[in-house]
C-alpha cells in the first residue's frame, strides 16, 4: 500500500507542477501560445481534471492505510453524500455557499450542474485534515473542529484561483473578497463541519488508533498548495499569502505539540 500510495503522490506532484508551469507560460508569456490558442481551455481542463482524479486517488489510498478499508468508506461516502447535496442546493438556491455555476473545464456534471470530480474531492480534503489532526493528538469535539479549519484552509487561496485565475466555476452574486461572498467561507465551515460531526458519532475515533505516514502532510501540502501557486501567478497577493498562512498554521501547530507530520 505504501508503494501505490508513492507512485500516485508522485504521479500528481507531476501533473501538478506541469499544470502550474503551462498556466505560467500561459499568464506571462502569452506570445508562446498564440499557435495553440484553440487548444488552451482543453489542456487547462485536461490538466486540472489529471490532477483532480489523481489526488482523490492517493488520497482514498491514504484512507485505507490509515483507517482501514471500512472506515474509509464511511468517511468517503459522508464527504461525498454530504458535499453533493450542498453543492446541488447552492447552485439551485444559493445555500450555503451563495449563488455560483461551474463551467465545463471540471468535465462532466451530476443534473448538468455540478462536476463529478467535485463530490469526491471534498472527501480528498476531509480525510486528510481529519489524520492530520488526530495526528496532533486531538480528541472529541476538538478533533471535529480542528479537521474542518484544516480542511477550510483548502477555501482561503481555491475561490481565486478557480474564479479568477481561470474560470472554473462563476459567482453569479459578488462579493468582497476578489467577487466572491462572505457567506461561501461560511458554508464551507457548516458542510465540513457537518462531515466532521457525522464521521465522528458514526465512527467514535477516539477510540481507535490510524497508522500513520508523511504522505498525509505531503498531499495535503499539495492539494492545498496547488491553488495557493496558482493564486501567485494569477497576482492574487492576498489569496496567495492566506493560503500560505493556512499551511504554516498547521505546521506551527505541530511544533507546539511536538509531533512530527512528515
Given amino acids: 500500500m505504501k508503494f501505490l500510495i508513492k507512485i500516485t503522490f508522485f504521479i500528481s506532484l507531476i501533473v501538478g507542477i506541469f499544470s502550474l508551469l503551462g498556466l ?5 508569456f502569452p506570445e508562446y501560445t498564440t499557435n495553440i490558442s484553440n487548444f488552451i481551455p482543453f489542456f487547462i481542463s485536461l490538466g486540472s481534471i489529471g490532477f483532480t482524479f ?3 486517488i492517493c488520497a482514498f489510498l491514504i484512507g485505507i492505510y ?26 439551485y438556491n444559493g445555500f450555503p455557499f451563495g449563488y455560483y455555476k461551474y463551467t465545463d473545464l471540471l468535465g462532466p456534471k451530476i443534473l448538468n450542474e455540478v462536476p463529478y470530480l467535485i463530490p469526491p474531492s471534498w472527501f480528498s480534503i476531509v480525510v486528510l485534515s481529519y489524520i492530520i489532526s488526530k495526528r496532533l493528538l486531538y ?3 476538538y478533533l471535529v473542529l480542528v479537521s ?3 480542511a477550510f484552509f483548502w477555501d482561503l487561496s481555491l475561490d481565486y484561483a478557480m474564479t479568477k485565475v481561470y474560470p472554473f466555476w462563476v459567482w453569479q452574486e459578488k462579493g468582497f473578497f476578489y467577487d466572491m461572498p462572505i457567506v461561501n467561507w ?10 466532521n460531526f457525522l464521521f465522528y458519532i458514526l465512527d467514535r475515533p477516539e477510540y481507535k488508533n490510524e497508522k500513520y505516514t508523511g504522505y498525509v502532510f505531503y498531499l495535503y501540502v499539495l492539494i492545498v498548495g496547488f491553488p495557493i501557486v496558482m ?8 489569496a496567495f499569502l492566506l493560503g500560505l498562512n ?9 511544533r507546539i505539540r511536538s509531533v512530527k507530520l512528515w
Fill in 186 to 195: 461560511a458554508g464551507w465551515l457548516f458542510t465540513l463541519f457537518i462531515i
Fill in 24 to 28: 505560467f507560460i500561459l499568464r506571462n
Fill in 66 to 91: 490509515a483507517l482501514g478499508f471500512e472506515r474509509n468508506i464511511l468517511i468517503f461516502l459522508i464527504s461525498v453524500s454530504v458535499s453533493l447535496i450542498m453543492e446541488l442546493s447552492s447552485t
Fill in 54 to 56: 489523481l489526488t482523490i
Fill in 148 to 150: 474542518t479549519i484544516f
Fill in 231 to 238: 493564486s501567485l501567478i494569477g497576482g492574487g497577493a492576498f
Fill in 246 to 254: 493556512g499551511i504554516m498554521i498547521v505546521i506551527i501547530l505541530s
Fill in 139 to 141: 480528541s472529541g469535539y
